[in-house]
C-alpha cells in the first residue's frame, strides 16, 4: 500500500513524537522545517483556547515559509490526541484540528471511529499508536489510516514488545503506514527501524534536549547525562506504564527500585478540564520521562542541528550498508 501522500517524500522518514508538556509551536515549526514530520499533544496548550492559537501559528509559519521555498517545502506537522475517557478536552481540541486541516493526527489510548471520521472528513491522516499486535488490529479495523509500534525502551508510556517481533507480528497483515518507537535516537537505528519493516522512526527523548523544547534546563541535561542504565519502567505516575529518567525520581524523594504500582482504572494525565490548568496532582511536572536511547544524546542543541545529525548518520549507515 502506498503512503498517503502527505507522508511522501520525507528527506528524511522520521516522526518527531508529541512530547507532553514539553513539546510546543516553536518546536514543532523546526522540526517540520528541518525535513521531519513534527508533532505536539493538543493537550499541552493551556488553557484549552490556546490550542487555536498554537494551530494558527504553525499553519501560518509553515505555509509562508513553504511559499518562500518552494523547492524545499516542511514536512507535515501532527497533532497528538488522547482518546481516552480521562480527557474531557477531547471534543473541544478536535473540531479545532478539523477546523485547521491538521494534516495527521496522532491517536493515543484507545481508538475510536468518530474520531477518525472527523480526521477523514478533510483528508486528514490518523496514525494510532498501539504496545501490541491485538490493539494494532482493533486501530485499524476503527478505521485508523496507519499505526505507531510503541516498542520495548520508547520514553513515555511504552509497551514490553521487542520491535522485532512487534514489527514481524503487525506486518504479517498491514501493510500500511507504519512508525516505529523504542530506543531510536541516531541514524543507524533510524536505517534499523527501515530495514524492520517500518516506514518512519518516531523519535522523541531525542529531541527533550533541545534549545527549543519547554523543559526545564534540569530535565534537557538529565538526558544529556544519562544511559538505558538510568530508565525506570513504572505504572505509578499515570496509571499507564512508562520509562522515566531514575535521577527525577530520586530527587522527588523516591526510591526508582521500590515503587508501587497504581490502579490502571484511575489513570491521570493532568489534563485539567477544557479550563486548561493542569490538575494539582500534575503526574508529570517533576517526573520525567525518557526512553532507552537517552545514551545517544550527548549535548542540547538546536532541533535543525539533531535533524542535520540524524540525517548524516542516517546516510553514513545506508552507505555503509552497501559497500
Given at each position: 500500500?502506498?503512503?498517503?501522500?502527505?507522508?511522501?517524500?520525507?528527506?528524511?522518514?522520521?516522526?518527531?513524537?508529541?512530547?507532553?508538556?514539553?513539546?510546543?509551536?516553536?518546536?514543532?515549526?523546526?522540526?517540520?522545517?528541518?525535513?521531519?514530520?513534527?508533532?505536539?499533544?493538543?493537550?499541552?496548550?493551556?488553557?484549552?483556547?490556546?490550542?487555536?492559537?498554537?494551530?494558527?501559528?504553525?499553519?501560518?509559519?509553515?505555509?509562508?515559509?513553504?511559499?518562500?521555498?518552494?523547492?524545499?517545502?516542511?514536512?507535515?506537522?501532527?497533532?497528538?490526541?488522547?482518546?481516552?475517557?480521562?480527557?474531557?478536552?477531547?471534543?473541544?481540541d478536535l473540531q479545532l484540528c478539523v477546523k485547521?486541516?491538521?494534516?495527521?493526527?496522532?491517536?493515543?489510548?484507545?481508538?475510536?471511529?468518530?474520531?477518525?471520521?472527523?480526521?477523514?472528513?478533510?483528508?486528514?491522516?490518523?496514525?494510532?499508536?498501539?504496545?501490541?499486535?491485538?490493539?494494532?488490529?482493533?486501530?485499524?479495523?476503527?478505521?485508523?489510516?496507519?499505526?505507531?509500534?510503541?516498542?520495548?525502551?520508547?520514553?513515555?508510556?511504552?509497551?514490553?514488545?521487542?520491535?522485532?517481533?512487534?514489527?514481524?507480528?503487525?506486518?504479517?497483515?498491514?501493510?500500511?503506514?507504519?512508525?516505529?518507537?523504542?530506543?531510536?535516537?541516531?541514524?543507524?537505528?533510524?536505517?534499523?527501524?527501515?530495514?524492520?519493516?517500518?516506514?518512519?522512526?518516531?523519535?522523541?527523548?531525542?529531541?527533550?534536549?533541545?534549545?527549543?523544547?519547554?523543559?526545564?534546563?534540569?530535565?534537557?541535561?538529565?538526558?544529556?547525562?544519562?544511559?538505558?542504565?538510568?530508565?525506570?519502567?513504572?505504572?505509578?505516575?499515570?496509571?499507564?506504564?512508562?520509562?522515566?529518567?531514575?535521577?527525577?525520581?530520586?530527587?522527588?524523594?523516591?526510591?526508582?527500585?521500590?515503587?508501587?504500582?497504581?490502579?490502571?482504572?484511575?489513570?491521570?494525565?493532568?489534563?485539567?478540564?477544557?479550563?486548561?490548568?493542569?490538575?494539582?496532582?500534575?503526574?508529570?511536572?517533576?517526573?520525567?520521562?525518557?526512553?532507552?536511547?537517552?545514551?545517544?544524546?550527548?549535548?542540547?542543541?538546536?532541533?535543525?542541528?539533531?535533524?542535520?545529525?540524524?540525517?548524516?548518520?542516517?546516510?553514513?549507515?545506508?552507505?555503509?550498508?552497501?559497500?
Open positions: 500500500m502506498p503512503l498517503p501522500k502527505v507522508l511522501q517524500n520525507l528527506p528524511l522518514p522520521v516522526i518527531g513524537s508529541p512530547l507532553f508538556i514539553i513539546s510546543n509551536p516553536k518546536l514543532v515549526i523546526e522540526q517540520c522545517k528541518a525535513g521531519i514530520v513534527g508533532s505536539m499533544p493538543a493537550l499541552n496548550a493551556r488553557p484549552a483556547s490556546q490550542l487555536d492559537e498554537w494551530l494558527a501559528e504553525i499553519t501560518e509559519t509553515l505555509a509562508a515559509y513553504n511559499a518562500a521555498h518552494p523547492d524545499k517545502p516542511a514536512a507535515p506537522f501532527a497533532i497528538n490526541q488522547i482518546v481516552h475517557k480521562s480527557n474531557d478536552r477531547l471534543e473541544h485547521y486541516k491538521v494534516p495527521v493526527v496522532i491517536t493515543s489510548l484507545g481508538a475510536r471511529t468518530d474520531v477518525n471520521d472527523a480526521v477523514h472528513s478533510y483528508g486528514g491522516v490518523v496514525l494510532h499508536d498501539v504496545i501490541n499486535n491485538k490493539f494494532a488490529r482493533k486501530a485499524i479495523e476503527k478505521g485508523a489510516d496507519g499505526l505507531i509500534a510503541v516498542a520495548t525502551g520508547a520514553g513515555g508510556h511504552a509497551g514490553t514488545t521487542s520491535p522485532f517481533a512487534l514489527v514481524q507480528e503487525i506486518r504479517e497483515w498491514f501493510d500500511g503506514p507504519l512508525a516505529l518507537s523504542g530506543a531510536i535516537a541516531n541514524g543507524r537505528a533510524i536505517l534499523a527501524a527501515r530495514a524492520l519493516g517500518a516506514d518512519f522512526a518516531y523519535i522523541g527523548s531525542a529531541f527533550i534536549a533541545t534549545e527549543e523544547a519547554r523543559a526545564v534546563e534540569g530535565y534537557k541535561q538529565m538526558i544529556v547525562d544519562s544511559s538505558s542504565q538510568d530508565i525506570v519502567y513504572s505504572n505509578l505516575f499515570t496509571g499507564v506504564h512508562g520509562n522515566y529518567l531514575k535521577g527525577s525520581i530520586v530527587a522527588s524523594g523516591m526510591d526508582p527500585e521500590n515503587l508501587p504500582e497504581s490502579d490502571p482504572s484511575k489513570m491521570d494525565f493532568g489534563t485539567g478540564g477544557a479550563g486548561g490548568e493542569p490538575n494539582a496532582k500534575k503526574a508529570w511536572k517533576d517526573i520525567w520521562g525518557a526512553g532507552q536511547g537517552v545514551g545517544a544524546v550527548k549535548a542540547v542543541v538546536p532541533a535543525a542541528e539533531l535533524v542535520a545529525r540524524l540525517k548524516r548518520e542516517y546516510e553514513e549507515a545506508r552507505r555503509a550498508l552497501l559497500a
